[in-house]
């Protein structure tokens, strides 16, 4: 009972309980046992090459599970594997080519890759951007959008199928704390209007991608695919150096490694009690509520329509995500 109330207070007071204090401060309590090893599991990483994404995937690679790392450039994505590949325990280590903001490879990637593998067991939609002007992706969608919600949302899809075969599975969706200062803009989704705030237009796109987990775990109900969504807290990134520099000089003394950020991420996807619920958002291994300002939530209608949207923009409008579960 001490412990939950002091994490409860740690969360709220944001600033200890988002930094490297606040992962030392839970992690001192936690069970290693809790994390359970991976022989013989798929694990893909989108934006595995650096920070969060790279160190999900060498924390997948210990627990000995085969890991593909999805990078957009290729001699980023052999250097990261051959670093992933020094601390993997059994479990091969592969790159494949994809650029979340750009739908024709989404497509091109998915279906490569369904063709490779027999099995995906996790799926984990990290990849992201955050851009200081609007820009449009070759599809013609506001990038930081296309990146982060339309194109996992595309990748997602196409992978569900093979997530079916391999169920029990599971798709973890990284968020951001951010996304806590901001409200699902329905009308706005692509920041047309307005000037242009790439942090807020990131925080917003954060948002969203908690929605569609929620969005996702209801219509993957009863096949055996969980889908939960995390935020790091203040981590250590390359992201966040060159993205946000006033921020990151402001709190590097206080940012979390990437490991200790990743940390969540490696647990969704191994740890048992992971998989006993779905559709929930975490931080340091706790589900956390969604909201906690006021006026920033959605209603019903809102969430059905970002989810019509991103089928409208990603051309897959019409078609249901649908899995055959099988024992792992």
């Not at 994809?98 to 995906?120: I, M, N, P, Y």
């Not at 954060?206 to 889908?227: C, F, M, N, P, Y």
Request: aromatic content about 6%.
């Amino acid at each position: 009972m001490v412990r939950s109330l002091l994490d409860t207070v740690l969360y709220r007071t944001v600033v200890v309980g988002y930094t490297s204090l606040g992962y030392r401060l839970r992690s001192s309590g936690w069970n290693p046992q809790e994390v359970q090893p991976m022989d013989g599991k798929v694990v893909l990483v989108t934006g595995a090459t650096s920070g969060l994404g790279l160190a999900a995937a060498e924390g997948f690679a210990r627990l000995s599970a085969s890991v593909w790392l999805i990078a957009r450039d290729q001699q980023r994505g052999e250097r990261a594997r051959a670093q992933v590949a020094r601390n993997a325990r059994g479990g091969e280590v592969q790159v494949g080519h994809c650029d979340l903001g750009d739908l024709a490879s989404v497509r091109k990637f998915a279906e490569g890759f369904c063709g490779q593998t027999a099995r995906l067991d996790v799926l984990v939609n990290n990849a992201g951007a955050l851009v200081n002007q609007r820009k449009r992706s070759a599809d013609g969608i506001e990038l930081t959008f296309a990146t982060n919600v339309v194109g996992p949302f595309l990748l997602t899809k196409l992978l569900v199928p093979e997530l079916g075969r391999s169920a029990p599975s599971r798709i973890i969706n990284v968020s951001s704390g951010g996304m806590y200062a901001q409200k699902l803009r329905v009308d706005d989704l692509q920041s047309e209007h307005g000037d242009f705030d790439g942090a807020a237009v990131y925080a917003r796109t954060k948002r969203a991608g908690v929605v569609l987990t929620e969005l996702w775990a209801k219509r993957l109900h009863g096949q055996s695919i969980v889908v939960h969504s995390m935020h790091p807290g203040w981590a250590d990134t390359p992201g966040v150096k060159s993205s946000l520099p006033r921020f990151y000089k402001l709190t590097k003394p206080l940012l979390r490694s990437p490991a200790q950020g990743a940390d969540t991420i490696v647990w969704l996807g191994a740890a048992p009690q992971a998989a006993q619920s779905s559709g929930e958002f975490w931080h340091d291994r706790r589900a956390r509520p969604t909201h906690l300002l006021p006026g920033t939530r959605e209603s019903a209608e809102d969430r059905q329509r970002l989810w019509d949207e991103c089928e409208r923009l990603s051309g897959d409008h019409g078609n249901q995500p649908s899995g055959q579960s099988r024992s792992a």
